[in-house]
């Protein structure tokens, strides 16, 4: 998604996510038809975009001394619109520092044909 992807990701108090991932620019459709669009119109959203949905788990983890919080995150993709993870569960290892949580990987993604190890940075939201 690149360093200027935004999201929001949410946790509800029974066990289930959301997360909606999504890097700025893409250009509107030519039509505004929710199930339009041209091949390359489709392409390049679906390029722009990652969301994913289902439950989650968390184990406590050994913290580092310093007062912050770290865990293991698990989310079961019960939804996701990259199909390869539907059924999957991804682990996350995540620290907790004030109102940001950071996660990475243990295992490198392919993305643009690259093995990677993505680190999302989420910063909690002002209540509504």
């Not at 505004?32 to 184990?59: C, H, I, P, W």
């Amino acid at each position: 998604m690149g360093k200027d992807a935004q999201g929001i990701i949410m946790y509800t108090p029974d066990g289930y996510m959301s997360a909606q991932l999504m890097a700025p620019g893409a250009p509107p459709f030519a039509v505004a038809d929710l199930n339009g669009g041209t091949q390359e119109e489709l392409a390049e959203a679906m390029k722009r975009y990652l969301a994913y949905s289902g439950r989650f788990r968390v184990t406590e983890l050994e913290g580092d001394g310093d007062g912050n919080r770290k865990v293991k995150l698990e989310h079961e993709m019960m939804v996701s619109s990259f199909p390869n993870w539907l059924g999957d569960v991804q682990e996350r290892r995540v620290r907790v520092e004030g109102e940001y949580l950071t996660g990475c990987s243990d295992e490198p993604s392919l993305v643009k044909g690259e093995e990677q190890l993505p680190t999302l940075l989420w910063k909690r939201m002002a209540s509504n």
